[in-house]
């Protein structure tokens, strides 16, 4: 199937809202409709457009992996729950953390995270709610990436040749499928989501487990998610296009009362960007790294060093892993 794009200059939000919410209810009828909602603009987008379309007959869940950042599910089920949208908060995070378990290869881990994802857990969610269609908020940078071979981006099976009616008995409804991400957040402004959600600077879908190097437990995501805390609070108006921490796997020869302790090291990136394909690190103020150190080594425990990356992409990536 080819798929034209709609570019920012070409979009009309409110054009673009009343065609999709239309051809969504045309499509769905007088069946049911389900849709996993992240938080991160496409997912969001999805969720305010299937509402409008269908309302009552929209089924939207938000899977708690245990991956994401502090109090992140809480947040951002509220937040729709102002907006009038009901959102049913599934706890799987243990299923998440057995299929992790063991686990170092990086390539491996996004495998059992897509796994726990569409086979534990949101494939009978959607087998028991009895749905006809899955709402999902597939951009056009993510079919393209994939059939360029770049990355298998897990939520595109159709442009794969897979036939989701016959491989899961259901349909896929795809409306952010003609746009880029730009694009996406003026649309999601334009549905009246919140600056937070349009403005979100991006997280990827396999979250805090792409920020720990080696086997991704409970334990290891919370030292990763307190750090993040804190690069976030401190890196948030710098205008950068994402900061972040990582968790580093070695024992870090450090200092405790005067004697040796081997602790954790903690990496801090923070790129400038336009669209992650390229990324360079931003110039941070030696005082914003100085504070960053400060407050990585007392707030988060056992943390011994502090280093911030100076490698641009590529060869880096944006991500650890
Ligand atoms: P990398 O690490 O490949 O990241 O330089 C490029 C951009 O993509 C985000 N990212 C993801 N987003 N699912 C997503 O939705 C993913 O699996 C994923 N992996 C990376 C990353 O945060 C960066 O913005």
Redesign the pocket.
């Known amino acids: 199937m080819e798929i034209k794009e709609i570019t920012l200059k070409e979009l009309n939000p409110e054009k673009f809202i009343e065609e999709k919410v239309r051809y969504i209810s045309s499509v769905v009828g007088d069946d049911l409709a389900v849709n996993a909602l992240s938080g991160g603009v496409d997912s969001s987008t999805v969720t305010m457009l299937g509402h409008r379309a269908l309302g009552d007959k929209l089924e939207t869940f938000f899977i708690d992996n245990g991956l994401m950042r502090e109090n992140e599910p809480e947040h951002i089920a509220s937040l729709f729950e102002d907006l009038g949208v009901n959102i049913e908060l599934i706890d799987a995070k243990k299923v998440f953390f057995e299929r992790l378990k063991g686990i170092e290869d990086p390539e491996e881990k ?1 495998e059992a995270i897509t796994r726990a994802f569409y086979k534990d857990v949101f494939g009978p969610l959607v087998r028991k709610s009895g749905a006809k269609y899955l709402l999902q908020g597939t951009n056009y940078t993510d079919v393209e990436e994939t059939v360029a071979g770049i990355k298998r981006q897990h939520n595109i099976l159709e442009q794969v040749g897979i036939n989701t009616e016959e491989t899961y008995g259901y349909g896929i409804i795809e409306p952010l499928i003609q746009l880029r991400k730009p694009a996406i957040r003026k649309v999601a402004k334009a549905l009246g989501l919140p600056e937070e959600i349009y403005n979100r600077p ?5 979250a805090l487990a ?1 920020r720990v190097i080696g086997e991704v437990t409970q334990e290891r995501v919370e030292i990763v998610r307190k750090a993040t805390k804190i690069v976030e609070d401190e890196l948030s108006d710098t205008g950068a296009f ?1 900061y972040l921490a990582i968790l580093h796997e070695d024992g870090v020869t450090g200092i405790k009362e005067g004697k040796r302790d081997y602790g954790l090291q903690i990496e801090v990136r923070c790129w400038d960007s336009k669209d ?1 394909t390229t990324a360079s690190p931003t110039r941070l103020p030696y005082e914003t790294l100085d504070r960053l150190a400060e407050r990585l080594a007392k707030e988060v425990p056992n943390v011994v060093s502090v280093t911030y990356n100076i490698t641009k ?1 590529p060869p880096s ?3 650890a892993i």
Do not use: L, V
């Not at 991006?202 to 396999?206: H, R």
């Open positions: 996004r991006p997280f990827p879908g396999p792409t994402q992650a992409k990536t944006i991500e």
